[in-house]
């Protein structure tokens, strides 16, 4: 049986839910280092978006992920300009 990676989780789950942040990463799928996750999906040509969120409590920062696609419609709208 072979086993799905962090990488594909994440990547899965942001396709369904637009976002991530770290602690639903580790609630959800035990992944300590999203950022590392992230780096990878990012390098595989994935494009997310990394926006720094304020907790409302004690005023710390986190990062919040938002996947924006895998890069495709991108090639395509550049390929679209360019012949105009």
Known sequence: MKKI???KLILNHLKEN????PLEALN???CFRLGARIYNLK???HCIETKRKKNGVKGN???E?????DGQ???IED???NDN
């Not at 637009?18 to 942040?21: A, L, M, V």
């Not at 992920?65 to 696609?69: A, C, P, R, V």
């Open 5 to 7: 990676t962090q990488n």
């Open 18 to 21: 637009k976002k991530i942040n």
């Open 28 to 30: 959800l799928y035990g």
């Open 43 to 45: 390098k595989d040509g």
């Open 61 to 63: 920062t986190f990062a």
């Open 65 to 69: 992920y938002h996947y924006l696609g």
């Open 73 to 75: 419609q991108m090639d």
């Open 79 to 81: 390929r679209i300009k």
